[in-house]
């Protein structure tokens, strides 16, 4: 089955101005990008998943899935979503979460079980 596209982002991550800046509020992972686009016109993005349940990193040189470069994805058959909700029927039932991936140029992969993403750019 395919991923689905839930946002491509409009900040190039080879043309960042500075390094992601990430923060926990409470349940809630939000990673913060300032960057350029292919016109150089500066963006600043602000990713939020909400109600967090996991999350994964990667270094660049060692893993990227097919389609989230620069673009968050969410992973339709995923065996870490799987596995939550074999492990854990109650909560998976409850928190419904999907599991999303965002690649990122020279800085590696993040992979989140959130209820859901909002994405803010300006």
């Known amino acids: 089955m395919d991923n689905k596209i ?3 982002l409009n900040v190039f991550s080879s043309c960042l101005a500075s390094s992601p800046k990430i923060e926990f509020d409470g349940m809630n992972m939000i990673i913060e990008l300032k960057g350029y686009d292919d016109n150089e016109k500066y963006h600043e993005c602000r990713i939020r998943f909400e109600s967090v349940i996991g999350y994964k990193y990667s270094l660049a040189l060692f893993e990227m899935i097919k389609g989230s470069y620069d673009t968050i994805i969410e992973i339709m058959d995923s065996e870490w979503r799987d596995t939550f909700e074999k492990n854990n029927k ?3 039932d409850y928190w419904k979460p999907k599991h ?3 690649y990122l140029d020279e800085v590696g992969l993040y992979q989140v079980l ?3 993403v909002i994405v803010e750019e300006t």
Do not use: R, S
Request: aromatic share 16%; hydrophobic share 40%; proline share 0%.
């Open 100 to 102: 999303y991936a965002l």
């Open 114 to 116: 959130a209820k859901k």
């Open 90 to 92: 109650e909560q998976y």
């Open 6 to 8: 839930v946002h491509v």
